[in-house]
Each structure stands twice: as structure tokens, then as C-alpha cells.
């Protein structure tokens, strides 16, 4: 069945949760006149409780189809991917909850759009499923949200600028954080809090995520290594830097964009990819990227302990579901900023998103995602894919109606 034969264009599956109903939300007022949406989700009553609380400030709302269905019911989940164009799923941790979701859409054809960040789920959908999506000809994005598309935009936007001024390939692309207002997310925690567990359970989880090329199992591979740990100063930005507890997920999407569009005729040669938090300048910010580093170090490291994190997760961490009022959230910001080196010289770009990255900034990256999917003439083959290397001019372009900035600084 084709695409455009499906009952629905998105459905937001996952939409009780805290972070599905900000995405449905998002779609439903921005969209709604021109997509046919879809809550599904397991529980009848909780469905039909969010369409009403969207409906209140979005009255047409009102009429958004239900569809039921458990993230492990593979029969369910086959029939929801039949009817729907795109799926868009915020039910994490991935690991527990996501593969038979993939697998479906997979098989029949069904665009997908997640905001997982865990890379050893992906390692296993690009195993178990990517063969069967290029078949299909479904498109599964992964991380599409604060992980990872504005490090996937931005290495991408900045690459080809430096190509476009100097007529070669840099051999060095930086993605520095540093300034942002907002949460992680109780979702996010959750995937972390789960990754930590595989990795005791099980040492070829270590080893995949120790390899900077883990979403890259059939090469090529490049000069890049571990993501920076320590204190550093950074003679391209001329700053002191930590490192950027995202980096290693993000620099493993950004790898993954690169050998997929080296594939298909394009991407950024063999150009290392990094991250980093920046701090600034002087003795000041020299001691404030080692107390980032003791912080995310020292916090890792408990964490990687099981009787720590029982108690961490029950008693401090923000839980699935979870988040915080929508004064809060309008009130954040994220800056990201780039920069492509080589011989030739030095191109920098700075991307800008308002609200709170891992809540606001983050519904409307997956909903727009999901819009792309379904609705905008996309080059890119089916396949486990990565945002960037799927609908890298659509998006940033949707993005961009959508308070977010991407530009050369």
C-alpha cells in the first residue's frame, strides 16, 4: 500500500505522556488544517483525557481519532502502521518499548520519527531492521529531537558551507554547547538510567558504546575517538572546555549522517566530528570546565552503581511523564554553535532555538520531523537513517518558521 493510501498522515504514538501530548499538541494547532492526526497510545480514557485538554485551546481537536495499542502488541502495532503515513513515538526507554514499533513500520512501509538516544537500540534496529526499511522503503529516523538535530543540522550546514567557500572538504567539524536554559527531560533520564543497566549486564554493550563509529557497523570508518572527558582549551575557539554529556550520542548520529550520505554521493570526506561544552575564558572559566568535568565524571560514576541509582532514580531524578510548567518551559533557550576547519581557514555557524531543549525545543523538532516525513519530497532511499542525512533542507527550513535559527556567524 502506498503511503498516500493511508487512513492517517501522522500518528503520535505515546501521546499520554508528558512529552507526546506537548508534541500532539504542537501538531494539532500548527497543523491540524493540513494533516490527518492520530493519538494512540494503550489506554482508552487517557487518550481521549488529552484530546480534550489539547481541544480546550485547539477546539478542532476535539474529532482526533483514538487508536489503541500496546507498545509490545505486534498485531496492534501492524495495524496502526498500516493505516498511518508516518508514525511519531516519544515511548521510551526505546530499549524496553520501541523495536516491535520499528519492526512494524518497517515491514509495511511506514515513515517513523523517534526521539530515542539510546545507541545501542539503534545499533540493533540498523541490525535487525535496516535491510528490511530499505525493501520497504520506510524511512526510521531516529533522534529526532535536542538529540540529535541541531548537532546533525549544524555539522551538516557548517561542512557544506566550508566546501562551498573553499572548494574542499574541512578536516575538522565542532560542535560547541555551552548556553541553554532547561531540564533533562524524564524520559531522557530514563533511556540513561536503562543504557547504564544493559551496559552491567552485558560487555559487548561496553564495547559499543566505547566505539565512536558504533552506528556505523559496515564502515567507512574515520580518525575520530572518544568523546573529550577532560579539560581542555580549544585553540578554535580560542575557550576553555568540558565535555557535553549529549556528545556521545550525538557525534555517533552525526558519524552515521556522514557514511550514509558518502553512500549516496555526498557528505563531508574524512573531517573529524567533536563536541564540547564550552566555558569561556581565563582562570575562571579553566577552573569552571574541571568542575564540569569532576560533575559529569563524578556524577557518571555513581550513577554506574546499582544501589546509587535505584535510590537516585526514586528519589531526585525527574521521572517519565514528568516536566515542568509551561512558564518554565517558554522561558528556555538552547545556542549551539559550529565550526568547519581546514587549511583553507575557518567557517563558524550558530543554530538558536526557543523554549526549553529537552521539552519545548523538543516537541516541535519531532512534530516538524513527522510533517517532513510526510509530506515533503525527500531524495533519501528508506532505511535506518538519521535526520540530517534524510530531510536536511525540509526540516531546517520547517524549523526555521518554528523559532529556531541556523545561520553563518
Same mark, same amino acid.
Given at each position: 500500500?502506498?503511503?498516500?493510501?493511508?487512513?492517517?498522515?501522522?500518528?503520535?504514538?505515546?501521546?499520554?505522556?508528558?512529552?507526546?501530548?506537548?508534541?500532539?499538541?504542537?501538531?494539532?494547532?500548527?497543523?491540524?488544517?493540513?494533516?490527518?492526526?492520530?493519538?494512540?497510545?494503550?489506554?482508552?480514557?487517557?487518550?481521549?483525557?488529552?484530546?480534550?485538554?489539547?481541544?480546550?485551546?485547539?477546539?478542532?481537536?476535539?474529532?482526533?481519532?483514538?487508536?489503541?495499542?500496546?507498545?509490545?502488541?505486534?498485531?496492534?502495532?501492524?495495524?496502526?502502521?498500516?493505516?498511518?503515513?508516518?508514525?511519531?513515538?516519544?515511548?521510551?526507554?526505546?530499549?524496553?518499548?520501541?523495536?516491535?514499533?520499528?519492526?512494524?513500520?518497517?515491514?509495511?512501509?511506514?515513515?517513523?520519527?523517534?526521539?530515542?538516544?539510546?545507541?545501542?537500540?539503534?545499533?540493533?534496529?540498523?541490525?535487525?531492521?535496516?535491510?528490511?526499511?530499505?525493501?520497504?522503503?520506510?524511512?526510521?529516523?531516529?533522534?529526532?529531537?535536542?538529540?540529535?538535530?541541531?548537532?546533525?543540522?549544524?555539522?551538516?550546514?557548517?561542512?557544506?558551507?566550508?566546501?562551498?567557500?573553499?572548494?574542499?572538504?574541512?578536516?575538522?567539524?565542532?560542535?560547541?554547547?555551552?548556553?541553554?536554559?532547561?531540564?533533562?527531560?524524564?524520559?531522557?533520564?530514563?533511556?540513561?538510567?536503562?543504557?547504564?543497566?544493559?551496559?552491567?549486564?552485558?560487555?559487548?554493550?561496553?564495547?559499543?558504546?566505547?566505539?565512536?563509529?558504533?552506528?556505523?557497523?559496515?564502515?567507512?570508518?574515520?580518525?575520530?575517538?572518544?568523546?573529550?572527558?577532560?579539560?581542555?582549551?580549544?585553540?578554535?575557539?580560542?575557550?576553555?572546555?568540558?565535555?557535553?554529556?549529549?556528545?556521545?550520542?550525538?557525534?555517533?548520529?552525526?558519524?552515521?549522517?556522514?557514511?550514509?550520505?558518502?553512500?549516496?554521493?555526498?557528505?563531508?570526506?574524512?573531517?573529524?566530528?567533536?563536541?564540547?561544552?564550552?566555558? $569561556?575564558?581565563?582562570?575562571?572559566?579553566?577552573? $569552571?570546565?574541571?568542575?564540569?568535568?569532576?560533575?559529569?565524571?563524578?556524577?557518571?560514576?555513581?550513577?554506574?552503581?546499582?544501589?546509587?541509582?535505584?535510590?537516585?532514580?526514586?528519589?531526585?531524578?525527574?521521572?517519565?511523564?514528568?516536566?515542568?510548567?509551561?512558564?518554565?518551559?517558554?522561558?528556555?533557550?538552547?545556542?549551539?554553535?559550529?565550526?568547519?576547519?581546514?587549511?583553507?581557514?575557518?567557517?563558524?555557524?550558530?543554530?538558536?532555538? !526557543?523554549?526549553?531543549?529537552?521539552?519545548?525545543?523538543?516537541?516541535?523538532?519531532?512534530? !516538524?520531523?513527522?510533517?517532513?516525513?510526510?509530506?515533503?519530497?525527500?531524495?533519501?532511499?528508506?532505511?535506518?537513517?538519521?535526520?540530517?542525512?534524510?530531510?536536511?533542507?525540509?526540516?531546517?527550513?520547517?524549523?526555521?518558521?518554528?523559532?529556531?535559527?541556523?545561520?553563518?556567524?
Amino acid at each position: 500500500m502506498s503511503t498516500h493510501e493511508r487512513t492517517y498522515d501522522i500518528v503520535i504514538f505515546g501521546a499520554t505522556g508528558f512529552t507526546g501530548r506537548l508534541v500532539a499538541e504542537h501538531l494539532a494547532r500548527h497543523h491540524g488544517g493540513a494533516a490527518r492526526l492520530a493519538l494512540a497510545g494503550r489506554d482508552a480514557r487517557k487518550l481521549a483525557a488529552v484530546r480534550d485538554a489539547i481541544a480546550a485551546t485547539v477546539p478542532a481537536a476535539r474529532d482526533l481519532p483514538l487508536l489503541i495499542a500496546d507498545a509490545h502488541d505486534a498485531e496492534a502495532l501492524a495495524r496502526v502502521a498500516r493505516e498511518a503515513r508516518v508514525i511519531a513515538t516519544t515511548v521510551g526507554p526505546y530499549a524496553k518499548y520501541g523495536e516491535a514499533l520499528v519492526a512494524a513500520c518497517a515491514q509495511h512501509g511506514t515513515h517513523y520519527c523517534d526521539l530515542t538516544g539510546e545507541v545501542t537500540f539503534m545499533r540493533r534496529m540498523i541490525d535487525r531492521h535496516h535491510a528490511g526499511a530499505v525493501a520497504s522503503g520506510a524511512r526510521i529516523v531516529h533522534t529526532c529531537g535536542y538529540d540529535s538535530i541541531p548537532s546533525d543540522l549544524g555539522a551538516r550546514f557548517v561542512a557544506r558551507a566550508y566546501h562551498a567557500q573553499y572548494g574542499e572538504h574541512p578536516e575538522r567539524v565542532l560542535h560547541a554547547a555551552g548556553e541553554a536554559r532547561g531540564g533533562a527531560s524524564g524520559g531522557t533520564v530514563a533511556s540513561g538510567l536503562e543504557l547504564m543497566e544493559e551496559s552491567a549486564r552485558d560487555p559487548g554493550v561496553r564495547r559499543l558504546l566505547a566505539d565512536p563509529y558504533a552506528l556505523v557497523p559496515d564502515g567507512p570508518r574515520g580518525r575520530d575517538r572518544r568523546e573529550q572527558m577532560g579539560v581542555r582549551f580549544d585553540a578554535t575557539l580560542g575557550l576553555w572546555t568540558g565535555p557535553f554529556v549529549m556528545a556521545a550520542v550525538n557525534a555517533r548520529v552525526v558519524r552515521r549522517t556522514n557514511a550514509l550520505l558518502a553512500r549516496e554521493g555526498g557528505g563531508w570526506g574524512d573531517a573529524t566530528y567533536e563536541e564540547c561544552m564550552s566555558t $569561556g575564558r581565563g582562570p575562571l572559566a579553566m577552573l $569552571g570546565a574541571a568542575g564540569l568535568t569532576a560533575a559529569i565524571v563524578g556524577g557518571l560514576g555513581a550513577l554506574s552503581v546499582p544501589a546509587i541509582r535505584k535510590v537516585a532514580a526514586a528519589r531526585w531524578l525527574p521521572k517519565p511523564g514528568e516536566g515542568p510548567d509551561e512558564a518554565k518551559r517558554k522561558a528556555g533557550f538552547f545556542v549551539s554553535r559550529f565550526f568547519a576547519t581546514g587549511r583553507a581557514g575557518t567557517v563558524r555557524a550558530t543554530m538558536r532555538g !526557543e523554549g526549553d531543549p529537552g521539552y519545548d525545543a523538543t516537541s516541535r523538532m519531532l512534530g !516538524e520531523s513527522a510533517m517532513c516525513l510526510a509530506f515533503d519530497a525527500l531524495d533519501a532511499p528508506g532505511g535506518v537513517r538519521t535526520p540530517a542525512s534524510t530531510m536536511y533542507e525540509p526540516l531546517l527550513a520547517r524549523l526555521r518558521a518554528q523559532r529556531f535559527t541556523l545561520e553563518l556567524a
